[in-house]
């Protein structure tokens, strides 16, 4: 039976432990409900566009007319008869058409409002990523540091036979030990908690993506061709706005409704039936035009002050990180060329020295944690180098997967 058990737990254990391709991962993140969501309503504004945007359908009326309150007959009165009327609105502008245009605009702007919300998420992914892999890295430095206090502990054991050691060195080390242990319990429950995002992004059963699936290349260099479409969304807000700008000031032309009808009468005076044709339009008394003015004037400025005001923040934002990176990166290249070989060194001769003696316990656990706080410093420093390119190139418009 405890065979089954392990034979079972090792058939699904590579299925546990596979999850799903950074690809893979990309193509859930594009169904997400948050980007279909903006899709649909990009759908329902283009419809809205062909109903608000036409003149509307033609009107038909029958009317019964003019017949004796006294008898309801008609072949008493000549003006008694069956109406049947056919009108239309028509418009003397093309309002209808800029009408149409500006929503269709709209359309299109939620249409890359749905694109960058696909970007916005996939960065997301990203994020959570680099995050899965700091923490990984931080909990392997700790466990090369538990064990290098292992071998550390069983020096001071023997130091402290021989008496060259207190007892209260192997009680600090052994502190020290149980310290690093709580730091890889905290970071353990950090990591479960990515889990969290990538559920909200991926689903339930897909919190774990294939490590050597991801193109790590994508955050080195520049993909070339850039689509920033928060950007081309406001472009068309803007353009939206100018239409609807337009449509109000051709509104000052009023529409005007034809109407021709035809009354199907008894011929009581000898004269058929008649015909009749109408035209009538609204007077602009109101203030109602001049509001309207007024309000898609204010829309198409603030469209544009909304756009400058982004260009000016893309532009700011872009400057800062590409700053920051070349200062990370900087930083790192110092860490990797003589911090870490300082401090590795350092922790080196004082373990020599403290086994024959000549050192104390304090001063080998301040170089021992003097090397842990400079790798973990550095993975730190990785992975927020990692965050401000991801960061820069989901600003920038770059494509952030392959």
């Given at each position: 039976m405890k065979s089954r058990v392990i034979f079972f737990f090792l058939l699904i254990l590579p299925q546990v432990a596979m999850g799903v391709t950074f690809k893979q991962a990309v193509e859930i993140v594009k169904n997400h409900t948050a980007v279909k969501s903006l899709q649909a309503s990009s759908k329902e504004i283009k419809k809205v566009a062909g109903v608000n945007g036409s003149w509307g359908d033609p009107e038909f009326k029958m009317a019964a007319k003019n017949y004796p309150k006294s008898s309801l007959r008609d072949d008493q009165t000549p003006m008694t008869g069956i109406e049947f009327e056919l009108s239309q609105k028509i418009s003397l502008?093309?309002?209808?058409?800029?009408?149409?245009?500006?929503?269709?605009?709209?359309?299109?702007?939620?249409?890359?409002?749905?694109?960058?919300?696909?970007?916005?998420?996939?960065?997301?992914?990203?994020?959570?990523?680099?995050?899965?892999?700091?923490?990984?890295?931080?909990?392997?430095?700790?466990?090369?540091?538990?064990?290098?206090?292992?071998?550390?502990?069983?020096?001071?054991?023997?130091?402290?036979?021989?008496?060259?050691?207190?007892?209260?060195?192997?009680?600090?080390?052994?502190?020290?030990?149980?310290?690093?242990?709580?730091?890889?319990?905290?970071?353990?429950?950090?990591?479960?908690?990515?889990?969290?995002?990538?559920?909200?992004?991926?689903?339930?059963?897909?919190?774990?993506?294939?490590?050597?699936?991801?193109?790590?290349?994508?955050?080195?260099?520049?993909?070339?061709?850039?689509?920033?479409?928060?950007?081309?969304?406001?472009?068309?807000?803007?353009?939206?706005?100018?239409?609807?700008?337009?449509?109000?000031?051709?509104?000052?032309?009023?529409?005007?409704?034809?109407?021709?009808?035809?009354?199907?009468?008894?011929?009581?005076?000898?004269?058929?039936?008649?015909?009749?044709?109408?035209?009538?339009?609204?007077?602009?008394?109101?203030?109602?035009?001049?509001?309207?003015?007024?309000?898609?004037?204010?829309?198409?400025?603030?469209?544009?002050?909304?756009?400058?005001?982004?260009?000016?923040?893309?532009?700011?934002?872009?400057?800062?990180?590409?700053?920051?990176?070349?200062?990370?990166a900087t930083e790192i290249k110092i860490i990797d060329s003589k911090t870490i070989k300082f401090a590795r060194n350092s922790r080196t001769i004082t373990s020599k020295s403290y086994g024959h003696g000549n050192s104390t316990y304090v001063e080998l656990l301040q170089s021992e944690l003097k090397l842990q706080n400079i790798l973990l410093k550095r993975v730190h420093l990785a992975a927020v180098l990692m965050l401000r390119k991801i960061g820069l190139k989901y600003i920038s418009g770059e494509k952030l997967y392959e």
């Open positions: 502008t093309t309002k209808y058409k800029s009408i149409r245009n500006s929503i269709e605009a709209m359309a299109k702007a939620k249409k890359y409002a749905s694109k960058d919300k696909e970007n916005f998420l996939i960065k997301n992914l990203w994020e959570m990523i680099i995050r899965k892999k700091k923490i990984a890295e931080e909990i392997t430095i700790l466990k090369e540091n538990i064990a290098w206090i292992g071998k550390i502990l069983k020096v001071s054991k023997r130091l402290y036979a021989n008496g060259k050691t207190s007892q209260q060195a192997i009680l600090d080390m052994q502190i020290r030990k149980s310290e690093i242990e709580g730091n890889i319990s905290n970071k353990k429950f950090e990591f479960d908690q990515t889990n969290d995002v990538f559920e909200y992004l991926l689903g339930k059963d897909n919190r774990e993506i294939e490590k050597s699936t991801i193109p790590w290349g994508i955050l080195e260099g520049n993909s070339g061709n850039k689509f920033d479409f928060k950007e081309l969304g406001l472009k068309e807000v803007i353009g939206s706005a100018e239409y609807g700008l337009a449509a109000s000031k051709l509104n000052y032309i009023p529409d005007v409704t034809l109407s021709v009808s035809y009354t199907k009468r008894k011929n009581v005076d000898g004269y058929g039936d008649f015909v009749s044709a109408a035209i009538s339009f609204p007077l602009p008394f109101s203030g109602k035009k001049y509001s309207k003015h007024d309000a898609a004037t204010q829309k198409k400025y603030q469209a544009i002050r909304h756009f400058e005001h982004y260009k000016n923040k893309k532009a700011r934002d872009e400057g800062i990180l590409n700053s920051e990176i070349t200062k990370i």
